[in-house]
Nanobody, 125 residues
Framework: QVQLVESGGGLVQAGGSLRLSCAASERTFRTYGMGWFRQAPGKEREFVATISWIGGGTYYTNSVKGRFTISRDNVKNILYLQMNSLKPEDTAVYYC??????????????????WGQGTQVTVSS
């Protein structure tokens, strides 16, 4: 059982930056593919970025490419999402998630078994 706890969300103006963190309880954190997803009001949960188990592969949805960076620290068991040049359309609850799929390219929500509680990101115009 992997427990995930996100932090770092908040209110920021358009063009600003935030860094989300996700602390994992599981000592075998390094054996999981990890990802960030988001869900805006009235919309389905969507993929934002994923990273392979040793960080060699990173994948992004088109709307965040060049602005967001996903990374992981397999010693500290922490997943990060650095978000720059934020836009109002980035406003959502952001969730971190873990999958037994080691290299989660082209990820699907259903492939991720463990989820955090979410952290709110609000970008004002």
């Amino acid at each position: 059982q992997v427990q995930l706890v996100e932090s770092g969300g908040g209110l920021v103006q358009a063009g600003g930056s935030l860094r989300l963190s996700c602390a994992a309880s599981e000592r075998t954190f390094r054996t999981y593919g990890m990802g960030w997803f988001r869900q805006a009001p009235g919309k389905e949960r969507e993929f934002v970025a994923t990273i392979s188990w040793i960080g060699g592969g990173t994948y992004y949805t088109n709307s965040v490419k060049g602005r967001f960076t996903i990374s992981r620290d397999n010693v500290k068991n922490i997943l990060y999402l650095q978000m720059n040049s934020l836009k109002p359309e980035d406003t959502a609850v952001y969730y971190c998630a873990a999958t037994e799929r080691l290299d989660p390219a082209d990820p699907k929500v259903a492939e991720f078994t463990w989820w955090g509680q979410g952290t709110q990101v609000t970008v004002s115009s």
